[in-house]
């Protein structure tokens, strides 16, 4: 969950919330990172509240269904997920901010450029294959017990996905249209009041970096590549994100 959408929740309902901190990475000794601390953590939850915890690395992480479900096999998942090209794009437009001397998207894309081979190991095209993803959630946790937010839908209506998140959750539909209002400059939707503050609240300046120009091609490439996962995956949730 986001900014706005903590925001949003801490606006209207009693929430208790710690940002990421729950998982702890061991890196070192050549091993990919291992999570270590679950639990004891989080803080109580008292009657009538919610605690949330908020990783994204979590939904891509083999180890975390079993883990989470043997802390608490009623918890319930919530993931923004949005077109998984334009989140590869994104995450490498992330780690090109902080190291500029990284290869081309497009070389980064392909094991190999000239058959068109997608190098499914880069984590930027790993994590957009949702289905595959989900299904190791889907051994633990049944899909009644998981909401997938579109992160488009963020955008252009972030009241009506944060009321399919309050009735996901069996909150009153609180937070409503007249919580937001779209700014214009920044490209989204803003809170008119922040928490305990009567001034509005926007997303900080990482979020809407301008995206690089990917050559057409590799895009359409890659619109082809994950063209079945996604089909898997509005299968699997019911629901058709409008990514294809
Ligand atoms: N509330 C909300 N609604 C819609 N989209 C959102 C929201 N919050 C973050 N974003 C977009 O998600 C992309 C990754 O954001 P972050 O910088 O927060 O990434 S990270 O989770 O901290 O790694 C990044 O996408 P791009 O800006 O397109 O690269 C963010 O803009």
């Known amino acids: 969950m986001?900014?706005?959408?903590?925001?949003?929740?801490?606006?209207?309902?009693?929430?208790?919330?710690?940002?990421d901190g729950v998982v702890v990475w061991e890196t070192g000794g050549g091993k990919a990172g291992k999570m270590v601390v679950v639990g004891d953590l989080m803080p109580k939850t008292l009657e009538g509240q919610i605690t949330m915890e908020k990783t994204p690395s979590y939904f891509v992480t083999k180890e975390a269904p079993a883990r989470i479900y043997a802390m608490s096999r009623?918890?319930?998942?919530?993931?923004?997920?949005?077109?998984?090209?334009?989140?590869?794009?994104?995450?490498?437009?992330?780690?090109l901010s902080k190291k500029p001397d990284i290869p081309t998207f497009e070389s980064l894309t392909f094991k190999n450029r000239t058959t068109g081979l997608i190098d499914t190991s880069w984590s930027a095209v790993?994590?957009?294959?949702?289905?595959?993803?989900?299904?190791?959630?889907?051994?633990?946790?049944?899909?009644?017990?998981?909401?997938?937010?579109?992160?488009?839908?963020?955008?252009s209506d972030p009241a009506g996905e944060l009321g399919r998140v309050q009735d996901f959750l069996g909150l009153k539909?609180?937070?409503?249209?007249?919580?937001?209002?779209?700014?214009?400059t920044k490209g989204f939707p803003c809170l008119k009041k922040a928490e305990g503050s009567s001034k509005p609240h926007c997303l900080g300046k990482t979020k809407g970096r301008t995206h690089p120009n990917i050559d057409p091609e590799v895009?359409?490439?890659?619109?082809?590549?994950?063209?079945?996962?996604?089909?898997?995956?509005?299968q699997m949730t019911g629901h058709n994100f409008g990514w294809d």
Not at 173 to 184: A, G, W
């Open 219 to 234: 895009v359409q490439r890659l619109r082809d590549f994950y063209r079945p996962f996604n089909m898997k995956f509005y």
């Open 74 to 95: 009623d918890t319930k998942l919530i993931v923004v997920v949005r077109d998984p090209v334009t989140r590869a794009i994104s995450d490498y437009t992330q780690t």
């Open 173 to 184: 539909r609180i937070i409503t249209d007249k919580h937001f209002y779209f700014n214009q």
């Open 126 to 155: 790993q994590i957009g294959i949702y289905a595959k993803h989900l299904d190791n959630w889907l051994q633990f946790f049944p899909m009644r017990q998981i909401l997938f937010v579109s992160g488009e839908r963020l955008i």
């Open 2 to 19: 986001d900014k706005v959408g903590q925001d949003g929740f801490r606006l209207s309902q009693a929430l208790s919330s710690i940002r």
